[in-house]
């Protein structure tokens, strides 16, 4: 059974500061990666997905992928009170449509 | 685009009694998933969905659960002889057949099990 492990458990930043999210899978299999962001209250939503190694950037956040080590993370920049929320990490093994979620990085950003 | 839709947004059981969970996908998502949520488990998968057929169900508990997608436009999970650990947020999500295979989640049924 594959496992994502994400760290921290919880992160504070000060707002306007860089939140730096991390996630490893267990499974060697592993071919594609998601970040969703869940408000408290909230349902998750997609932040962004990625397959390829090396970085893929949408506006202030950037999301870095080592298929070697099967670690991705999640960079979040001049971080607002709006950002905080849980970050869950998914991960799906090639072939499989079922995507595995990590138990998530709680974040808050204080003014 | 209502986006997935599921009812009831809460319902209280006591224990023993069935629950029974509706989901509305996205019109034209070919899959749909169901998990649960809770503080200390995190997102927990329990079955999906493609094309209406059972797929994987590898997260249900076999004795007491059960899911079901009758057509295109529902899916039911099931929970016969609730227990207060059952209590949990579930989670029905659909995804389309393009793109980055992002999953849409629905707003959840809180299930609390007294």
């Known amino acids: 059974q594959q496992k994502v492990q994400q760290s921290p458990e919880s992160l504070i930043v000060p707002e306007g500061g860089m939140a730096s999210l991390n996630c490893t899978s267990s499974?060697?299999?592993?071919?594609y990666f998601w970040w969703y962001r869940q408000h408290s209250g909230k349902s998750p939503k997609m932040l962004m997905s990625i397959f390829s190694n090396g970085e893929k950037e949408e506006g202030r956040f950037t999301v870095h992928l080592n298929k070697a080590s099967l670690h991705t993370s999640l960079h979040i920049r001049d971080s607002q009170p709006s950002d905080s929320a849980l970050y869950l990490c998914a991960a799906r093994r090639g072939g499989n449509y079922k995507p595995t979620f990590g138990k998530g990085t709680s974040l808050v950003v204080h003014p | 685009n209502a986006g997935v839709i599921q009812t009831p947004r809460h319902k209280v059981t006591g224990k023993g009694q069935e629950a029974t969970l509706w989901c509305e996908p996205i019109?034209?998502?070919?899959?749909v998933f169901w998990y649960r949520q809770t503080i200390v488990q995190g997102l927990e998968f329990l079955t999906y969905?493609?094309?209406?057929?059972?797929?994987?169900d590898s997260g249900m508990p076999k004795e007491r659960f059960s899911a079901q997608m009758p057509n295109q436009s529902h899916s039911t999970l099931k929970i016969q002889s609730t227990q207060p650990q059952d209590s949990a947020v579930y989670l029905c999500a659909s995804r389309g057949t393009g793109g980055s295979y992002e999953q849409y989640f629905g707003p959840g049924t809180r299930l609390t099990v007294l």
């Open positions: 499974d060697r299999n592993v071919d």
């Open positions: 969905f493609r094309n209406q057929a059972p797929i994987d």
């Open positions: 019109s034209g998502h070919s899959a």
